[in-house]
């Protein structure tokens, strides 16, 4: 048995013997603490490779394994990383907006079926639209029985309560069978106030929507991953307003709750990594969505003035979140965790 070989068979052992029931959630650290260091996917093997890709072979491997066969194999492109096949995900927000459009993206990637989790007690026209269109994958591809078409789904759900955030994913996990993929996208964005007079309140209010909020329902995807030992990526929603401050914008809970977000991130990676649970956070720039809009709309020199503080000169569209999701959702990531990653036209390089 080659090295590959053997680890891939150890791989797909552990898979097997880490199936757990949901009773069994609640574990004591030092059980997961032993469990962490147990990954057989990553071994102990001098100066040879620790790892290897669920896809292999790929790359210059790939290169040099099929050589024998040319001209008969099938060299292996790089799309084939950033597929999701058969992958269950959650989005929070995904009722709209970027939540919605990065859940669509898990699909067109091939996601069995990704769960939109809203507040709001029915879906909107527009999601309403995208899961058709999403339903209907399977015929716009030109082999439809090489990708069996997506399902997207709308579960009710306020992410600020933890009890119901965790309960509605573990059902999608009794559904499903498996949990790959969260992306924590709830948040809400409140009207300017000056920070000496900030409401206690509201202040509370945006940090349990974008804190805590963001923390359950990473908890609750993360509890079902562990549950079914198959691994995950969780992406939660930061902003550039975590790592800067947006000139002339009196934002102080939105911006603090989104800083949270980062070191939740970083904090999230680190205890689960060995676990093969890998968690980044996505910090956009200014998108334009219904949140945004609503302090463009009525202030068009916003439009200018926001276009003017990156080096590209505009606003952002939410279809320019789809491909770093797809590519943190999928194994074209797998050595990617605990990272922030910025797409904002570069306005945190000024
Ligand atoms: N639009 C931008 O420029 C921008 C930039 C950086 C970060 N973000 C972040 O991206 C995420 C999505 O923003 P968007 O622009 O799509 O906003 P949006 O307002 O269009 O969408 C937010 C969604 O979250 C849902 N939501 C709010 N509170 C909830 C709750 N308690 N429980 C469940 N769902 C809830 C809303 O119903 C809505 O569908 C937010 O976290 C936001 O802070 C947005």
């Known amino acids: 048995m ?42 102990s093997s001098g100066n040879k490779p620790q790892s290897v890709s669920a896809l292999a072979p790929i790359g210059v491997e790939g290169a040099l394994s099929t050589r024998a066969s040319l001209p008969t194999s099938t060299p292996r492109k790089i799309f084939s990383e950033f597929a999701l096949p058969d992958r269950v995900g959650i989005v929070s927000g995904g009722g709209r907006g970027l939540g919605l459009e990065m859940a669509m993206a898990l699909c067109e990637a091939g ?16 999601w309403e639209a995208v899961k058709e269109y999403v339903g209907r994958l399977e015929r716009l591809e030109q082999n439809p029985s090489s990708h069996p078409s997506s399902r997207l789904e709308y579960v009710k759900v306020n992410v600020t309560d933890q009890k119901a955030v965790w309960k509605c ?7 499903e069978g498996r949990m790959d993929v969260c992306i924590a996208a709830a948040g809400v964005l409140k009207p300017e106030q000056d920070v000496l007079e900030y409401p206690g309140e509201e202040f509370s209010e945006v940090m349990n929507i974008n804190v805590n909020g963001v923390l359950f329902t990473a908890q609750a995807a993360g509890q079902q991953m562990r549950r ?4 995950g990526s969780i992406i939660l929603i930061a902003s550039m307003s975590g790592s800067i401050t947006n000139h002339g914008h009196a934002w102080i809970a939105y911006n603090t709750s989104k800083s949270a977000v980062l070191q939740m991130t970083r904090s999230m990676a680190c205890e689960l ?16 969505t219904k949140m945004t809009a609503q302090y463009l709309e009525p202030q068009p020199h916003l439009f200018t003035k926001w276009s003017s503080l990156n080096p590209l000169g505009r606003l ?10 797809v590519w943190l959702a999928s194994d074209a990531s797998t050595f990617c965790t605990g990272s922030d990653i910025l797409v904002s036209g570069g306005h945190h390089a000024w």
């Open 111 to 126: 996601a069995r079926a990704v769960y939109c989790l809203d507040i709001h007690e029915k879906p909107t026209e527009e």
């Open 169 to 175: 994913v573990e059902e999608i996990g009794d559904r």
């Open 228 to 231: 079914f030992g198959n691994k």
């Open 273 to 288: 990594g060995g676990e093969g649970i890998r968690v980044n956070s996505l910090s956009p720039g200014h998108i334009y």
């Open 2 to 43: 080659s090295f590959t070989q053997a680890l891939r068979y150890s791989s797909s052992r552990h898979t097997v013997l880490s199936i757990r029931s949901a009773s069994n959630l609640a574990k004591p650290f030092s059980s997961i603490h032993a469990r962490r260091f147990s990954s057989s996917s990553t071994v």
């Open 316 to 325: 952002g569209r939410a279809d320019e979140m789809r491909g770093v999701v």
